[in-house]
């Protein structure tokens, strides 16, 4: 793991250093179409469950007023009213988190500055310390093995600017430069 992550890192400094305007023109085209489309998600699913809880409101007034009528059982009006006041307080719990998460994401926008400042300054590492860790690193993924093609996927999610495939990158770059130099599209 340690060897995946230094490899990464040297990989982001020398990408970085290499290609900053690409780097950072990359970066902002693709956070901006992520940000908006999770923003979206988030605001519909809060919508739906604004909506339910609104529903719900009707739903028990509806049941109070049919066990006043006799209509409906105490028994069963207290089972029911139960079960719709359970999944009103989890949609307001589901719609309060989703209310923090949609405004953590409208204010937070990604650094791209800094994180190039930060490979500035770490300009050539031969291993991985807490500095450079905490430094460089929000939080890494490691999924499960794949058993057949004796494979396992690490993701690193950066500081400042989430994950980001350098090696890729650094491909298109050399790509696009061959391009370019050929004037073969």
């Keep these: 793991m340690e060897r995946i992550v230094l490899k990464n890192l040297q990989e982001a400094t020398i990408y970085v250093s290499r290609h900053e305007d690409d780097f950072i023109r990359e ?5 901006i179409v992520e940000r908006d489309r999770e923003l979206a998600k988030g605001k519909t699913e809060l919508a739906k469950a604004e909506k339910r809880i609104i529903e719900l409101d009707d739903i028990i007034k509806h049941l109070y007023e ?6 409906l059982t105490d028994e069963r009006f207290i089972k029911l009213s139960g079960d719709f006041e359970r999944e009103q307080d989890g949609l307001k719990k589901m719609a309060d988190a989703l209310r923090r998460d949609i405004k953590e994401r409208e204010k937070k926008k990604t650094d791209v500055r800094n994180f190039v400042a930060l490979t ?11 500095a450079v860790l905490l430094a460089f690193i929000e ?5 499960e093995r794949d058993k057949q093609a004796k494979t ?4 690193i999610v950066y500081n400042f600017i989430g994950a980001f495939d350098f090696v890729e990158a650094a491909k298109q770059t050399k790509t696009n430069e061959t391009t370019l130099k050929t004037g073969v599209a």
């Design 27 to 31: 970066l902002a085209e693709n956070n």
């Design 120 to 130: 500035k300054e770490y300009t050539d590492f031969q291993e991985l310390d807490a």
């Design 139 to 143: 939080r890494i993924y490691v999924y």
């Design 66 to 71: 049919d066990n006043i009528s006799g209509k």
């Design 152 to 155: 396992q996927e690490v993701e």
